[in-house]
Each structure stands twice: as structure tokens, then as C-alpha cells.
């Protein structure tokens, strides 16, 4: 077994704690983009069962929502993906931080690499969820248009 004093192991503790908040911010992501996953399904459920009993007009209108809605699905659905690896690369940081230290290791491209990708992962879900929202105002504006309801 590998034994580094505690001197030694408390500063890579201190830097291990930044990855550590990040994963809990990309948690709170994950848990905001699962819950508009499942909103856009139930909501294409809704409109899908709308659509068996509106009057062909209504139809064409009901089916370009379920294809933004679709669209919007997809698009959580990478930027889960996207927030997924961003925390499987901040944990990934940490457990190379820790041998880093523990294996008295000089050499920091591991760390930087992982970094790197996690930030690049989480910009890229932040970015996906943006154009969701943009294409759930779309939706609304939709909605706000069909003739009769207003």
C-alpha cells in the first residue's frame, strides 16, 4: 500500500473540492433537463391524443407542435448525455488528482485533459439547453396562434 503523509494529502483534498461542487451543479442541470424531458413526452402524449379527435384542420397545426416537440426532446436528450459526461469527467479529475498525489506523478496532462473535457461537455449541454428553450417558445407561440381557443 501506497502511504502519503496526511501534509501531503490535505492540499489535494482542498483542490479536489472545486470538481466535487461542479458535479453537484451538473446534478441540479440533470435534474432540471430530466424533468423537461418528461414534460415534452407527456405534452406530445397530449397532443397526439388531441390530434385522434380534432377536425382535420386542426391536425396539420397539432403535428408541427409534435415535431418541435420531438425536436426538443432530442435536444435534452444530447444535453443529458452532454451534462452525464461532464460530471463522469469531473469525477474522473478527482480520482486523478488523488493518484496524481498518491503516486507522486509530475506530470499534469491527465488532469488538464479531463478538465478540459468536462468543461467542454457541460458548455455544450448549457448550449443545448439554451436552443431548447428557444424551440419551447416556439411551441408556445404555436399554441397561442390556434385559431378558436384564443
Given at each position: 500500500?501506497?502511504?502519503?503523509?496526511?501534509?501531503?494529502?490535505?492540499?489535494?483534498?482542498?483542490?479536489?473540492?472545486?470538481?466535487?461542487?461542479?458535479?453537484?451543479?451538473?446534478?441540479?442541470?440533470?435534474?432540471?433537463?430530466?424533468?423537461?424531458?418528461?414534460?415534452?413526452?407527456?405534452r406530445t402524449r397530449?397532443?397526439?391524443?388531441?390530434?385522434?379527435?380534432?377536425?382535420?384542420?386542426?391536425?396539420?397545426?397539432?403535428?408541427?407542435?409534435?415535431?418541435?416537440?420531438?425536436?426538443?426532446?432530442?435536444?435534452?436528450?444530447?444535453?443529458?448525455?452532454?451534462?452525464?459526461?461532464?460530471?463522469?469527467?469531473?469525477?474522473?479529475?478527482?480520482?486523478?488528482?488523488?493518484?496524481?498525489?498518491?503516486?507522486?506523478?509530475?506530470?499534469?496532462?491527465?488532469?488538464?485533459?479531463?478538465?478540459?473535457?468536462?468543461?467542454?461537455?457541460?458548455?455544450?449541454?448549457?448550449?443545448?439547453?439554451?436552443?431548447?428553450?428557444?424551440?419551447?417558445?416556439?411551441?408556445?407561440?404555436?399554441?397561442?396562434?390556434?385559431?378558436?381557443?384564443?
Amino acid at each position: 500500500m501506497i502511504s502519503t503523509p496526511l501534509t501531503e494529502l490535505v492540499p489535494v483534498l482542498q483542490v479536489a473540492i472545486a470538481p466535487v461542487i461542479l458535479i453537484s451543479g451538473v446534478g441540479l442541470l440533470l435534474l432540471s433537463l430530466t424533468n423537461r424531458f418528461g414534460r415534452a413526452a407527456d405534452r406530445t402524449r397530449h397532443i397526439l391524443r388531441e390530434m385522434r379527435e380534432a377536425p382535420m384542420e386542426q391536425r396539420a397545426q397539432l403535428s408541427h407542435q409534435v415535431q418541435i416537440i420531438y425536436r426538443r426532446a432530442r435536444l435534452i436528450q444530447l444535453a443529458i448525455v452532454l451534462g452525464a459526461l461532464s460530471a463522469l469527467f469531473a469525477a474522473l479529475l478527482i480520482l486523478a488528482l488523488f493518484f496524481t498525489a498518491l503516486l507522486k506523478w509530475t506530470t499534469s496532462e491527465m488532469i488538464t485533459i479531463f478538465f478540459v473535457c468536462c468543461l467542454v461537455c457541460l458548455v455544450g449541454a448549457l448550449g443545448t439547453f439554451i436552443l431548447d428553450i428557444r424551440l419551447s417558445l416556439k411551441a408556445l407561440k404555436l399554441e397561442l396562434d390556434r385559431p378558436g381557443e384564443n
